[in-house]
């Protein structure tokens, strides 16, 4: 391949840096077509395409027989979510002090989050049940999951939402998709007992991670990983505990891999909450038997307001099966985790930062060995909550952009100065 001037034709070396010909013409790349065969690109391009178009191109549909083989492939809703990235940061391990970080993106779903590894199999699920109209209580993530998938389908949502609290963007997703919104005093925990109590009345198929599908569909994120180790895990898989819905699919995805055999080591999994919104980890720190609701939760991660999640026991049985633990971070801690993985160029919402805050803690705590590896799991995507980017705003001394251009205009004309007087 190489580079021509579409003005005079003349030809230029693509691995040097130039915009432009010496004539001020564009330049336009060139390779030699001649060396190609067109049928072998088109069994090629074919295959790609094939790929794509089935079902099973989704990440969570890849794992079809461990999620729900008895499914028929026509009544699958999927729009290819799964296929998230796994990036090894090392910023993220030197921030944490610990050997190896991997973060795994699930904000890369189509919806931004990891909602969609499991939206994808309650949706499906509902409707070859014949359910039309789906509903959910949320904090913004879920409702956008649920609202494209049903928009997708062509099917109703009915998404309640906390009048306080949600990020601005969730909510505005989640209308643009045609989610028919409700917005009610209280939390998201509120919302859900109504539809827990409610649902059957008005016809309404719940999408709440308290309907098993979309525990199903989760457990892919794990699967994921394991594939994308090759069935070698790491010592520890970190998450963000809210509802405790990744908490619990992690666990039985776990547990399913290593009864399979398709993994022969189980990872420890570290379960973080945010503060002002840790029940759980209340509940495991002191050893109660029962979790105890938190009736105000409040954290600045605001996917995090969860005051009584209702996965707390399937959790549990996730830090018993794989020797867990659980701990909390101030609101602090998570702003400056998220700040490293933004700057790292992958970028999470607040909350998915719990992870490396929680993950810089236990490896200061001596929970976690600075030797060991751990992946965290990023679950939403940096656009999701703009609010927490003016955070960063209050920190900058005075906006550097505009000295910047002056400086560079400076420099820029310095030298045609120099370069007058040379001649
Ligand atoms: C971005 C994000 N991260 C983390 C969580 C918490 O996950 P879980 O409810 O599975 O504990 C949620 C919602 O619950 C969320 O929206
Ligand atoms: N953060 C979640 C709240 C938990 O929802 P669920 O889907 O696990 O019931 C949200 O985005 O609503």
Redesign the pocket.
């Known amino acids: 391949m190489y580079m021509t001037c579409i003005d005079c034709a003349k030809r230029w070396d693509l691995y040097k840096v130039r915009i432009r010909c010496t004539c001020g013409g564009l330049l336009q790349i060139e390779q030699n077509w001649k060396e190609l065969d067109a049928d072998l690109l088109k069994r090629l391009f074919q295959a790609r395409l094939m790929e794509r178009m089935t079902p099973y191109a989704s990440g969570v549909w890849r794992y079809k027989e461990l999620i729900h083989p008895e499914l028929p492939a026509e009544a699958i809703v999927t729009r290819y979510e799964g296929n998230t990235g796994l990036y090894e940061v090392d910023a993220a391990a030197k921030f944490a002090g610990i050997r190896r970080v991997l973060l795994k993106a699930q904000s890369e779903n189509p919806s931004g989050?990891f909602?969609d590894n499991?939206m994808t199999a309650a949706v499906s699920h509902g409707r070859a049940l014949g359910m039309q109209r789906f509903a959910?209580?949320?904090?913004?993530?879920?409702?956008?999951s649920l609202a494209m998938y049903a928009a997708w389908c062509g099917e109703e949502s009915y998404v309640f939402v906390p009048e306080e609290g949600v990020a601005d963007g969730?909510v505005l997703q989640t209308l643009a998709y045609g989610g028919k919104l409700v917005r009610f005093p209280g939390t998201?925990d509120d919302g859900?007992r109504f539809l827990e109590e409610h649902a059957d009345e008005f016809g309404l198929y719940v999408?709440?991670?308290?309907n098993p599908l979309?525990i199903e569909g989760q457990k892919s994120i794990v699967f994921e990983i394991a594939h994308q180790l090759q069935w070698s895990m790491p010592d520890w898989i970190v998450l963000p505990g809210?509802?405790l819905?990744n908490a619990s699919a992690l666990g039985k995805g776990l547990q399913e891999l290593r009864s399979i055999g398709l993994i022969e080591n189980v990872p420890r999994v570290a379960i973080v909450q945010a503060e002002g919104a840790s029940p759980f980890h209340r509940m495991v720190e002191a050893k109660e038997p029962t979790l105890t609701p938190e009736p105000h939760p409040s954290t600045r991660a605001s996917?995090?307001n969860?005051g009584s999640p209702?996965?707390w026991r399937k959790a549990l049985q996730t830090l018993e099966y794989t020797n867990g633990v659980t701990v909390a971070v101030s609101d602090e801690q998570i702003f400056a985790a998220k700040e490293l993985i933004d700057r790292s160029g992958i970028g999470c919402e607040p909350?998915s930062a719990a992870t490396v805050a929680g993950l810089k803690r236990l490896v200061a705590e001596q929970v976690i060995d600075k030797d060991e590896t751990a992946v965290c799991i990023l679950t939403g995507h940096l656009l999701k909550d703009a609010d927490a980017l003016t955070a960063y705003a209050g920190k900058r001394p005075e906006p550097m952009e505009h000295r910047m251009w002056e400086r560079m205009m400076d420099m820029a004309s310095n030298k045609r100065l120099a370069a007058l007087r040379r001649e």
């Open positions: 989050s909602k499991g959910c209580s949320s904090t913004g993530n879920t409702s956008s969730k998201y859900l999408c709440n991670s308290v979309r809210g509802a819905s996917a995090l969860i209702p996965s909350a």
